[in-house]
């Protein structure tokens, strides 16, 4: 009996001991997760107190914005001076901005039983008479005229057809469609003097759109087509040309200066819209085979997953 009393009293130390061990790894969990929740709430705080600080910086920066001064009373002279150094084509603009409204505000207006004035007929008036007095320089000046506005027509189109590049095409569809709807929303009247001639574009003696110039248009958009591909050569050829077809339609009253301006406005327009439109569809065409491939990768993935 003796001896066995020591052996239980082991025995009972060792299950107490083993007892306490499984106890404290149970409860180590717990207390690690009590103190992760309570370190993470700690973060949550001070992330709370630092979204709170960052919203009252943002709402102090919205109230200085709101209330600060306007930005043309920090303007120094230096700005002045270097605005006018380094921007000085806006400053060219304002300029005009005012002496043209000096102008347009004293001008008398031309009566309605007067023909428009235009400063281009003005100044091609020697021409108007040369054409005038010779039909057969006219003639041959319509004939090389129409020429110069089917080189335009094959460009384009060559550009399309043989090259595969779209734009120019494009860019003359948008600018004819709009021409006419302008011209038939305002037809403006025929121009006195006007030297018509058979062999001139359109052929025919037919009637046809003053505002805008089509010719012009044409031919800036195939000077621009010709510099996008580096045609340098070319293109400074068809602005030459241009320059003088401009010329001659002023001198056989065929179109207002008003018209030839908005032209070269227009080619450079619908050029860039022209752009733009490549750019959207090339855009959509990337987004459709995007999805086209992600559904044939999904639709591979599901039937080689079991």
């Given at each position: 009996?003796?001896?066995?009393?020591?052996?239980?009293?082991?025995?009972?130390?060792?299950?107490?001991?083993?007892?306490?061990?499984?106890?404290?790894?149970?409860?180590?969990?717990?207390?690690?997760?009590?103190?992760?929740?309570?370190?993470?709430?700690?973060?949550?705080?001070?992330?709370?107190?630092?979204?709170?600080?960052?919203?009252?910086?943002?709402?102090?920066?919205?109230?200085?914005?709101?209330?600060?001064?306007?930005?043309?009373?920090?303007?120094?002279?230096?700005?002045?001076?270097?605005?006018?150094?380094?921007?000085?084509?806006?400053?060219?603009?304002?300029?005009?901005?005012?002496?043209?409204?000096?102008?347009?505000?004293?001008?008398?207006?031309?009566?309605?039983?007067?023909p428009?004035f235009?400063?281009?007929?003005?100044?091609?008036?020697?021409?108007?008479?040369?054409?005038?007095?010779?039909?057969?320089?006219?003639?041959?000046?319509?004939?090389?005229?129409?020429?110069?506005?089917?080189?335009?027509?094959?460009?384009?189109?060559?550009?399309?057809?043989?090259?595969?590049?779209?734009?120019?095409?494009?860019?003359?569809?948008?600018m004819?469609?709009?021409r006419?709807?302008?011209?038939?929303?305002?037809?403006?009247?025929?121009?006195?003097?006007?030297?018509?001639?058979?062999?001139?574009?359109?052929?025919?003696?037919?009637?046809?759109f003053?505002f805008?110039?089509?010719?012009?248009?044409?031919?800036?958009?195939?000077?621009?087509?010709?510099?996008?591909?580096?045609?340098?050569?070319?293109?400074?050829?068809?602005?030459?040309?241009?320059?003088?077809?401009?010329?001659?339609?002023?001198?056989?009253?065929?179109?207002?200066?008003?018209?030839?301006?908005v032209?070269?406005?227009?080619?450079?327009l619908?050029?860039?819209?022209?752009?733009?439109?490549?750019?959207?569809?090339?855009?959509?065409?990337?987004?459709?085979?995007?999805?086209?491939?992600?559904?044939?990768?999904?639709?591979?993935?599901?039937?080689?997953?079991?």
């Open positions: 009996m003796d001896g066995g009393a020591p052996t239980l009293s082991a025995d009972s130390a060792a299950a107490a001991a083993a007892a306490t061990t499984a106890k404290t790894k149970t409860q180590t969990p717990a207390l690690a997760n009590g103190a992760v929740k309570r370190r993470n709430g700690g973060n949550n705080r001070t992330e709370a107190a630092a979204n709170g600080v960052k919203v009252m910086a943002a709402k102090k920066a919205l109230h200085y914005h709101s209330y600060s001064r306007p930005s043309f009373l920090k303007w120094r002279l230096q700005d002045a001076v270097y605005v006018a150094t380094h921007h000085w084509m806006p400053c060219l603009f304002a300029v005009g901005l005012l002496f043209f409204m000096a102008v347009e505000y004293t001008l008398r207006m031309v009566p309605p039983s007067s428009p235009d400063l281009g007929f003005i100044a091609t008036r020697s021409l108007h008479h040369l054409l005038q007095d010779s039909p057969n320089l006219n003639t041959v000046l319509a004939f090389l005229n129409t020429v110069f506005v089917g080189m335009q027509m094959i460009y384009i189109m060559g550009a399309w057809l043989i090259e595969g590049r779209p734009r120019a095409t494009i860019s003359a569809l948008f004819f469609t709009c006419g709807i302008l011209g038939y929303s305002t037809q403006l009247p025929l121009p006195q003097g006007f030297l018509g001639s058979g062999v001139d574009f359109p052929v025919g003696n037919v009637s046809f003053l805008f110039s089509g010719h012009v248009a044409g031919s800036v958009i195939a000077s621009l087509d010709m510099r996008r591909m580096k045609r340098h050569e070319l293109a400074w050829l068809f602005d030459v040309l241009n320059l003088l077809q401009a010329g001659r339609l002023l001198g056989t009253r065929g179109h207002y200066t008003i018209d030839l301006a032209g070269v406005g227009a080619g450079i619908f050029d860039s819209l022209a752009g733009k439109y490549e750019e959207f569809s090339q855009s959509k065409l990337l987004s459709l085979n995007g999805d086209h491939i992600n559904g044939v990768a999904n639709h591979t993935k599901r039937n080689l997953i079991p």
